[in-house]
Every structure is written in C-alpha cells, then in structure tokens.
C-alpha cells in the first residue's frame, strides 16, 4: 500500500511539472484533470478500511477536480474562442526551475515540521507544499485569466493534499461545503471571463491595468 | 427555536427572490427577511434560541456581536437599495436580491459557528455571494474590479484552510484527537508552538486578504470603488468585520493556549501598516469611493492595532468595530447619492454639495466628522480608549504614531471633504431626494452618534465579555 501511495504522491508531482512546461492551455487544464483524479484516489489508500462515507468522498473529488471542472474550462476555451498558446513571462526553463525548488523547499518544510504524531507520509507533505507553491508559481508567471484558474485549482489541491493528514477526523460536510465553494467559485471565475472576453476581447489579465492609483 | 432560523430565514428569503419576476415583491421580501433577521438577533441575545447541532451553532458575545453589526448594517442596504434600484437599474436582475440575503445567510453561519472548517467554507461562502454584486455594473473596470477580488480572496482564503489544518494539528495528539471545534481548541491545555505559528501564519495571511490588511489589501480599493453604492456599505460595514471575526476566532484560540505573547506585535505591526499605507494612498485619490475604499483599509488597521494590544484596547477596538463601520456604510451611501446627482465618481467634478443637495450633504460632512474621529460620534471615544490602553500598556510609541497617522489622514480628508461640499453647484438645479436614501444613512448617523454619548450598560457587559475572551478587559 505504502509504496502504491508514493507512486501516485510522485504522479501528482509529475503533473506539477506538466503543468509548468506545457505551451498549450488545453495540456495544462488536462495535466491539472490528472492530478485531480489522483488526489480523489489517495484516501483511499491512506486511510482504509473504505466506508460509504469515503467511497463517496473520493468518487465526488474525482468527480469534481478530475472531469467537472477541467470539462468546464475547456468548454469555456472553446466558447470564448480563447488562443490556446500560453504566454508565460517565465518561459518553460525557468518554470521548471522554479518547480525543482518548489520541490526542494517542500521537502524542507516537510522535515521542519513536528510530524511524528500528525501520522501521515512525510512525502505527502512534502508533495503538499511543492504543489501549492506550484500554484503561486502559475498565478503569478501567467499572464492569461484561463491559466490563472488553473494556478487556483493546483493551489486547492496542495491545500487538500495537506488536509489529508487529517482525514476521517474532517467531518463530510465540511468536505462537501469545500468542494462545493471550489465549484461555485470555479463557476464564476468562467463567467466573468467570458464577459472579460466580450468585453475586452482578450483573457490577458495583463490588461486589466484600468485601476490604479 | 434554535438559531438555525438565523441562517434559514436568509436563506429562504434568498431562495424565494431567486424565482420571483417582479423586483418590487423581490425588494420587499429583502426588507422583510432582513427585519425578521434583525428581531430573531434580539430574541437570540435574551437567550431565546438554542444551539444547533446542525452547522455546530452557538451563540457566544463577540460573534453575536458582529452578527448583530452585520445585520444593522444590512437591514439599511435593504432599504437603502429600495431607493437606489428606482435609479440605477442593477443589471443582475433577480441575483441583486438572491446574492444579498445568500450574504447574510453565509456570514451568520461564520458568526455563529463554532466549526472553523464550517467557519471557513462560510468566509469563502460570502466571497462567492459578493462576486456578482461587485460585478453588477457589468462593464470594464467592474469586470477588472471583480475579478482582482475572486482570485485574489480565493486564493487568500485557499490558504487560510492550510492555517486550519495545521491548527488542528497543534493539539497534543496523545490526548485529544485532532478537532477544528473552536469549543476544543479552547480546552485544549497545550497547542504545539511550531504547529500554531505555522497555522497562524496562513490564517493571518489568508483572512487577513479578505479584512484588506496591508499588504493584501489591493483587491480592497478596486472592488469597494466600482460596486454599485449600496453594495460598498455592506462590503465596507459588513463583510470586513465578518472576515475580522474569522482572525478574532484564532486570536481567542491563541489566548486560551498561552500563544498570545506570538500574535500581539503581528496584529500590531500590520495594522499600523495598514494604517500608514492608506493614509498614504488617500492623498493620490481623485476619487470619493476610492477615497472611503482606503479609509475602511485605515479603519481595519486601527481594529488590528486595538486587538493586538490587548487590556482596555482590545475593549476600544471591539467598540470602534461598531462605531467605525457604521459611519463608512453611511458615507458609501451617501456617496451613492452624490453619484446620483452627479454622475461622476471624481472628487473635482462634485461642487456646492451642501446647496444642491442639502440632506446628503448634511449627511456627508457629518459622517466624515464621525468616521475621523470627532467628538462626540462613537470613533472618537473608541480611539480614545485605544490610545489610553497602548499607553497604559506601556506602547507609548504606538500611541504616538497612531496620532501622527490619525492626524494627517484628517487633515487630507478634510480638504477634499470640504471642496465637495462648499461653493456653488455647477448646476442650479436641485433634484428632489428619495427618503429611500436619506433615511438609512441619517439612522446610522444617528446610531453612531449614539455609540459616542451613551455606552448602554448592556452592550458595555457585552462588549466586555467579547473582549475578556480576547485578552482584554472592560475600561
């Protein structure tokens, strides 16, 4: 089992990693699918034995990080006629050295921390921090909206990562009340940028420099 | 009853104008929920509903205390919008009503609740109900405005869920399985130091986007600026202290577990920041919203500076809290009159607002002479108190700078203040003003001027109940 859950803690650095060198919007929203369908797996093998409670935890996150949101950000890309090219002003070199130390600095945090009785992998935590700052690392190198969506989601899953350590001690409804913000909060991320685009005819954040003072 | 109606009555209300097509009977379910959600409040404070297993409810003073700021401060959006949708017609259509009671709904579950996992899926919950109001003028700068706020408060908020985790984690585990019941947390005999100050961190930095605290505060001016008026008095009266709630909450934690001596210079490095950052970024304003935008950064700094200290200040932030908020929903109000009239949001466009609008006009000089901080409105005796507290707590220099800061910032206000409200109106014409939007602001006037003459002996036990659990303690 332990060596099942570093294998798919490994998988979810590897979409870090996709996600920071891929030059099309469509890889890096699916990279961002993967890592959500792994994360909804791993409870699974943390914390067993499976009850009805968790079965649907995991089927719900998978559900919803895996396909849902992914599905609705590509449909909106779609819609919106979105350019598929990614426009970092950190080009894929620098983003993936940027993601090693997102790494390294995981690690780091994760030996610094009094873990002995939090009873998880420490490579859980580790992989927590890498993809949280992951996430930073895309909010703040993109230019575009869409890809700044994708920042949030893998900023949220190293958030969820994190609370695994916790989990069967996090009552379901705050699960469910969580997950139902990232959707809600998803959703209308994708509607304000499709009035972004009808508005201002482009997704580039970089132009939203209307307000300053 | 239990308190669950405080959060159902909302919650149907915001349920019910999401299905009705007409926006008169949409504005007077508004009103109605919003009275039934202030009496309920009052039935709550003489201990007329139970607690609630559902959501874990309960009703302490300091979140009743907000609560019951919240829902003053929305019963006069209420009617407030009344007035204001026969003007401006908001684009949401059916959302303009249906998100404001889901905000009332959300921010009485994170007053009441005594789950920070509930607490924090409500604070986001609140978030997401303010999005569409901020956006409801639908064209570029409230499309720039919202969309500063979604990401920056989301992602703000993402790690403030990291901080609770890690706060779970900070109870000794060979005692207690980890628990995020506020109600443990403040049993518990021991919290870890690493695990708290790593949880405090995230929970600082990430509620304290959503207060606007200094450095986090950039989604603050932008959103507050270009919402339409009403909502900027419930962003700027309501939702900020309802996300201070959310710092309060650790900080009681931190006071039960002896972590205090961590949390105090934060509160009060960051809220004199604050502070000194907006008094700052007030002088460049050319704009009035913007210009009240900052002053609330000023004002949640102030806050931050009063809890940090503790003993009488945390008493003085508590009731400046109170005073403070109810004269920016005023001002935002009374800015939205000006805009009515005017048609511009810039400072060198609003002349002789006295003569040509005479009540709002009244209203406007008043409220600023309330909200810096003059004698006899409530922020006056608040701030005095604060300042008595920094100095009896042996923090002379915070004293100093708070008056330094204090002092300019008047002194920048009021020129602009008096440039908007003095000579004579391009315009000779003198529109006729609902009582719709007179009469909200001039009864929150009146409340804190109230605030300011007579401290009522209930809400001074209360308030020095709320600010004991703080590590504070009645003047």
């Known amino acids: ?213 | 009853m239990s308190l669950q109606v405080l959060v159902l009555v909302p919650l149907a209300g915001a349920l019910v104008t999401a299905l009705d097509p007409h926006r008169s009977r949409r504005l007077a379910w508004l009103l109605v929920a919003a009275a039934m959600h202030l009496a309920l409040i009052g039935l709550a404070w003489r201990g007329g509903l139970a607690e609630s297993r559902w959501l874990w409810l309960t009703f302490d003073p300091l979140g009743g205390l907000v609560l019951t700021l919240v829902s003053v401060v929305f019963l006069a959006v209420a009617a407030y919008s009344v007035g204001y949708v026969r003007r401006e017609t908001p684009r949401g259509g059916r959302l303009f009503e249906s998100c404001l009671l889901g905000f009332l709904a959300a921010s009485s579950v994170v007053c009441l609740t005594d789950h920070l996992g509930i607490l924090w899926v409500a604070i986001e919950a609140t978030t997401l109900a303010t999005a569409p109001l901020i956006y409801d003028p639908h064209d570029r700068h409230s499309i720039e405005a919202v969309w500063k706020y979604l990401l920056l408060c989301s992602v703000g908020i993402a790690l403030a869920l990291l901080g609770t985790f890690m706060l779970a984690l900070a109870q000794d585990p060979s005692r207690a399985a980890p628990s995020l019941l506020r109600s443990a947390l403040l049993r518990a005999p021991h919290l870890d130091p690493v695990w708290f100050k790593a949880a405090f961190v995230f929970l600082f930095v990430g509620y304290g986007t959503k207060v606007g605290l200094v450095p986090m505060h950039t989604w603050l001016p932008d959103a507050h600026g270009e919402a339409p008026s009403p909502i900027s008095a419930l962003l700027s009266g309501a939702l900020l202290n309802v996300a201070f709630l959310a710092i309060l909450r650790v900080v009681q934690v931190a006071h039960a577990g002896g972590q205090a001596r961590l949390i105090g210079p934060v509160l009060v490095g960051f809220g004199l920041a604050s502070m000194l950052v907006a008094g700052a970024l007030l002088f460049r304003q050319r704009n009035y919203k913007r210009m009240l935008a900052y002053s609330s950064i000023e004002h949640m700094g102030i806050l931050a500076v009063g809890c940090g200290l503790g003993q009488v200040a945390t008493f003085g932030a508590l009731w400046h809290m109170l005073g403070s908020s109810l004269a920016k929903a005023l001002l935002f109000f009374v800015s939205g009159n000006v805009l009515i009239a005017y048609r511009s949001k810039r400072i060198a466009d609003v002349s002789g607002l006295v003569r040509r609008l005479p009540v709002s006009g009244t209203l406007f000089v008043l409220g600023f002479l309330a909200l810096t901080g003059m004698p006899p409105f409530a922020p006056f005796m608040s701030e005095l108190l604060l300042l008595r507290g920094a100095v009896g707590s042996g923090h002379p220099w915070v004293a100093g700078g708070f008056v330094a800061i204090q002092v300019v910032i008047f002194a920048g206000m009021v020129t602009r203040i008096v440039r908007m409200a003095q000579g004579e109106p391009e315009t000779p014409d003198r529109p006729r003003e609902s009582s719709w939007l007179l009469v909200p602001p001039a009864a929150l006037l009146g409340l804190v001027l109230v605030l300011g003459v007579y401290l009522a002996p209930p809400l001074e036990r209360v308030l020095g109940v709320a600010a004991s659990t703080l590590g504070g303690v009645a003047p």
């Open chain 1, 1 to 213: 089992m332990a060596a099942l859950t570093d294998m798919l803690l490994l998988l979810v650095l590897l979409a870090n990693f996709a996600v920071l060198a891929a030059s099309r919007l469509t890889f890096t929203i699916r990279a961002a699918a993967a890592q959500g369908i792994l994360l909804g797996l791993l409870p699974l093998l943390l914390h067993g034995p499976w009850s009805a409670e968790s079965l649907l935890l995991a089927g719900g996150t998978v559900a919803i990080k895996g396909i849902l949101l992914p599905g609705f950000l590509l449909w909106a890309m779609r819609e919106a006629a979105v350019r598929r090219e990614i426009e970092p002003s950190l080009g894929p070199l620098g983003s993936i050295a940027a993601g090693v130390l997102a790494v390294g600095l995981g690690f780091v945090l994760a030996a610094r921390l009094p873990l002995a009785g939090a009873g998880g992998p420490a490579l859980l935590v580790a992989a927590s921090f890498a993809t949280l700052l992951t996430g930073f690392i895309v909010l703040t190198t993109r230019q575009k909206a869409m890809t700044q969506v994708v920042g949030y989601l893998l900023l949220e899953n190293g958030v969820y990562l994190f609370g695994l350590i916790l989990a069967g001690r996090v009552p379901l409804l705050v699960e469910m009340g969580v997950l139902l913000d990232l959707v809600v909060g998803v959703f209308i991320m994708g509607l304000v940028l499709f009035h972004m685009n009808r508005e201002l005819e482009s997704l580039d954040s970089a132009r939203l420099a209307e307000l300053r003072d």
